[in-house]
């Protein structure tokens, strides 16, 4: 636990914080350490935690850990495009863990001498222990895979004081001594203004915690999720509260306005909490049994680092150690835990706040975030899903407008039919389609027997009936007798029905050429140029039993050509807006220029 206070001390969980409690042995699964959280809407937090869990299998070499949310094997997500065919939510039970600091699965066996050694099954923990130390590297991810989850955690630790934002806020002087003491309670109350309904608003039309007239101004720690929930929604308090808001012209209209947000939060909080909360004393970490131990793991894994026990920076760890000890260690242990609410009511009875000593503090603020991080451009948009798709697209959107012109002339349309082609040609199924992980390398292929086989599934006949020269031949019949003579002896009966079955597929085939033949569907094709080929179809009259000929002139169609135009009537459509035609092309690696030609 030690451990895991020296990296996460001082970060400001959304919902839950992060903690691990012992587990006794139960059946096949032996004893050891677990936990569960709920992360609320701040993603960070989970990954976090992946980073804590790969640091202290980093730290512990012996320990193997696996990690999963509501959706399962997350991590298997995160690196979707690089797992093996194999590897499904069904076969990845109990095979995805980290071990010595990396990500390890275990592997289906793919041959009767790896049976000895790899579960054919779902594997159990006890053969997961014993696999990992003795096949760690035959275990151990692939290099895409482990590079994809790296990642999103290759910024810790630094990303958690990154992903932090200071804000002025004028606020009551009770709230502004609670954060002084525990800034962790920051994050119930703006979660219980965020997620607040009519109910809870009816404490906060006169205010019994939180007076308006005692607001201080203070500078407040957020995290850049809590801090975007607060200053993104709108609110007008009642006029009953008695907080008015200056001119959104006023210079501090932001922090009166955060200010009042968080007042209607804390009030919310404390209105919720039980009569009894009053009688019940706050508990003092140093009362503790096990405070002694934690503190001593904290100063072998050097948590002070080196500051002198009484100084400011030294006082100010051990508050943090301390809110992280009630967090982790000693609440999950507490059969009588108090709500957040009844906390903070005992934090305003124990501790006593001059208003004059927190206004005079007040004065003295250093300056606070820039909170530009909030508005994004298009552009870093872009950026952004590129960094997390961990692709790098083929033209790039931002460029100088002089690189745009000459990328403009020189681009190659063939480029997107062979995407295309090259998207068809994959296997699709109800579990999705398959995407080119390299449409500028891979050439299209198109296996004949392959084709004809499957052909012959669905039609049941064999592969000489289909020879391509008799369904083309336009003055012939498909079963004539030299045909039948040529076919091999089998049973009349399968014959018969193969009979029946292209005289049908002809059949169709005629009427539909008669049926297209009257309209001006084959205009909007655009055709090949060059000579035109009269080409003789037999048009069959049942009903009067006669036959007649006409000739129409067909011009093949340009299967690309048309192609290319239906992509770039779409993609315009869209007005650079996401579309079906970007995002099929983009996950390709391949993007489209802008349509400057519309352009005002």
């Given at each position: 636990?030690?451990?895991?206070?020296?990296?996460?001390?001082?970060?400001?969980w959304?919902?839950?914080?992060?903690?691990l409690n012992?587990?006794?042995?139960?059946?096949?699964?032996?004893?050891?350490i677990?936990?569960?959280?709920?992360?609320?809407?701040?993603?960070?937090?989970?990954?976090?935690?992946?980073?804590?869990?790969?640091?202290?299998?980093?730290?512990?070499?012996?320990?193997?850990?696996?990690?999963e949310?509501?959706?399962?094997?997350?991590?298997?997500?995160?690196?979707?495009?690089?797992?093996?065919?194999?590897?499904?939510?069904?076969?990845?039970?109990?095979?995805?863990?980290?071990?010595?600091?990396?990500?390890?699965?275990?592997?289906?066996?793919?041959?009767?001498?790896?049976?000895?050694?790899?579960?054919a099954?779902?594997?159990?923990?006890?053969?997961?222990?014993?696999?990992?130390?003795?096949h760690?590297e035959?275990?151990?991810?692939?290099?895409?895979?482990?590079?994809?989850?790296?990642?999103?955690?290759?910024?810790?630790?630094?990303?958690?004081?990154?992903?932090?934002?200071?804000?002025?806020?004028?606020?009551?002087?009770?709230?502004?001594?609670?954060l002084?003491h525990?800034?962790?309670?920051?994050?119930?109350?703006?979660?219980?203004?965020?997620l607040?309904?009519?109910?809870?608003?009816?404490?906060?039309?006169?205010?019994?915690?939180?007076?308006?007239?005692?607001?201080?101004?203070?500078?407040?720690?957020?995290s850049?999720?809590l801090?975007?929930?607060?200053?993104?929604?709108?609110?007008?308090?009642?006029?009953?509260?008695?907080?008015?808001?200056?001119?959104?012209?006023?210079?501090?209209?932001?922090?009166?306005?955060?200010?009042?947000?968080?007042?209607?939060?804390?009030?919310?909080?404390?209105?919720?909490?039980?009569q009894?909360?009053?009688n019940?004393?706050?508990?003092?970490?140093?009362?503790?049994?096990?405070?002694?131990?934690?503190?001593?793991?904290l100063?072998?894994?050097?948590?002070?680092?080196?500051?002198?026990?009484?100084?400011a920076?030294?006082?100010?760890?051990?508050?943090?150690?301390?809110?992280?000890?009630?967090?982790?260690?000693?609440?999950?242990?507490?059969?009588?835990?108090?709500?957040?609410?009844?906390?903070?009511?005992?934090?305003l009875?124990?501790?006593?706040?001059?208003?004059?000593?927190?206004?005079?503090?007040g004065?003295?603020?250093?300056?606070?975030?820039?909170?530009?991080?909030?508005?994004?451009?298009?552009?870093?948009?872009?950026q952004?899903l590129?960094?997390?798709?961990?692709?790098?697209?083929?033209?790039?959107?931002?460029?100088?407008?002089?690189?745009?012109?000459?990328?403009?002339?020189?681009?190659?349309?063939?480029?997107?039919?062979?995407?295309?082609k090259?998207?068809?040609?994959?296997?699709?199924?109800?579990?999705?389609?398959?995407?080119?992980?390299?449409?500028?390398?891979?050439?299209?292929?198109?296996?004949?027997?392959?084709f004809?086989?499957?052909?012959?599934?669905i039609l049941?006949v064999?592969?000489?009936?289909l020879?391509?020269?008799?369904?083309?031949?336009?003055?012939?019949?498909?079963?004539?007798?030299?045909?039948?003579?040529d076919r091999?002896?089998?049973?009349?009966?399968?014959?018969?029905?193969?009979?029946?079955?292209?005289?049908?597929?002809?059949?169709y085939?005629?009427?539909?050429?008669?049926?297209?033949?009257?309209?001006?569907?084959?205009?909007?094709?655009t055709k090949?140029?060059?000579?035109?080929?009269?080409?003789?179809?037999?048009?069959?009259?049942?009903?009067?039993?006669?036959?007649?000929?006409?000739?129409?002139?067909?011009?093949?169609?340009?299967?690309?050509?048309?192609?290319?135009?239906?992509?770039?009537?779409?993609?315009?459509?869209?007005?650079?807006?996401p579309?079906?035609?970007?995002?099929?092309?983009q996950s390709?690696?391949?993007?489209?220029?802008?349509?400057?030609?519309?352009?005002?």
């Amino acid at each position: 636990m030690g451990r895991l206070a020296l990296l996460s001390a001082g970060y400001i969980w959304h919902n839950e914080a992060f903690s691990l409690n012992y587990t006794a042995a139960r059946g096949d699964i032996p004893s050891h350490i677990g936990g569960m959280t709920n992360f609320g809407d701040n993603v960070d937090d989970e990954w976090l935690i992946v980073y804590l869990i790969q640091q202290i299998t980093k730290e512990f070499p012996d320990l193997v850990a696996s990690i999963e949310d509501e959706d399962g094997d997350f991590l298997l997500i995160e690196a979707a495009k690089y797992l093996p065919k194999w590897l499904n939510p069904d076969t990845s039970v109990n095979r995805v863990f980290f071990y010595h600091g990396e990500l390890h699965i275990i592997p289906l066996p793919q041959n009767t001498g790896e049976l000895s050694w790899l579960p054919a099954g779902h594997p159990t923990i006890p053969e997961v222990l014993s696999l990992l130390p003795t096949h760690s590297e035959k275990c151990l991810a692939t290099e895409p895979i482990r590079k994809a989850i790296n990642r999103r955690i290759q910024s810790y630790p630094e990303k958690i004081h990154n992903d932090q934002h200071r804000a002025y806020c004028y606020v009551p002087a009770g709230i502004a001594a609670v954060l002084k003491h525990r800034p962790d309670l920051l994050a119930p109350a703006i979660q219980a203004f965020y997620l607040r309904d009519p109910i809870d608003l009816r404490a906060c039309r006169s205010f019994k915690f939180f007076l308006p007239e005692t607001c201080v101004m203070a500078l407040v720690t957020f995290s850049k999720c809590l801090y975007a929930q607060l200053q993104q929604q709108p609110f007008m308090p009642d006029r009953r509260s008695g907080y008015k808001l200056p001119a959104q012209s006023d210079q501090n209209f932001k922090a009166h306005a955060l200010g009042m947000k968080l007042a209607h939060g804390f009030e919310i909080l404390c209105a919720k909490c039980s009569q009894s909360a009053s009688n019940i004393k706050a508990g003092n970490v140093a009362s503790d049994p096990q405070w002694e131990g934690f503190l001593n793991s904290l100063k072998k894994n050097a948590y002070f680092r080196g500051e002198l026990e009484g100084s400011a920076r030294y006082r100010e760890l051990l508050q943090m150690a301390e809110i992280y000890f009630q967090q982790s260690v000693a609440r999950p242990k507490s059969s009588s835990t108090l709500s957040r609410g009844e906390q903070v009511m005992q934090l305003l009875q124990a501790q006593s706040c001059s208003v004059e000593e927190l206004q005079k503090e007040g004065e003295n603020l250093p300056p606070e975030d820039d909170d530009s991080w909030l508005n994004i451009s298009l552009e870093e948009l872009d950026q952004m899903l590129e960094e997390a798709s961990g692709t790098k697209l083929l033209n790039a959107a931002r460029q100088e407008e002089e690189d745009e012109e000459e990328e403009e002339d020189g681009y190659d349309l063939h480029d997107i039919t062979k995407c295309m082609k090259a998207f068809v040609s994959k296997v699709s199924s109800y579990e999705g389609a398959e995407v080119p992980r390299s449409s500028a390398s891979s050439e299209v292929q198109f296996d004949v027997n392959s084709f004809t086989n499957a052909l012959e599934k669905i039609l049941g006949v064999e592969s000489e009936e289909l020879d391509s020269d008799d369904l083309e031949d336009e003055d012939s019949d498909l079963l004539d007798s030299d045909e039948d003579s040529d076919r091999k002896e089998g049973n009349p009966e399968e014959c018969a029905s193969a009979t029946n079955t292209l005289g049908n597929i002809r059949d169709y085939m005629d009427q539909m050429d008669r049926e297209l033949a009257g309209t001006h569907i084959g205009k909007s094709f655009t055709k090949v140029s060059g000579e035109v080929d009269v080409i003789n179809h037999e048009l069959s009259k049942t009903e009067a039993g006669a036959e007649s000929k006409e000739n129409l002139k067909i011009l093949p169609v340009d299967v690309d050509l048309n192609l290319v135009e239906n992509l770039l009537e779409s993609y315009s459509s869209q007005a650079g807006l996401p579309g079906p035609t970007s995002n099929i092309l983009q996950s390709m690696g391949l993007r489209l220029p802008d349509n400057k030609d519309n352009a005002t």
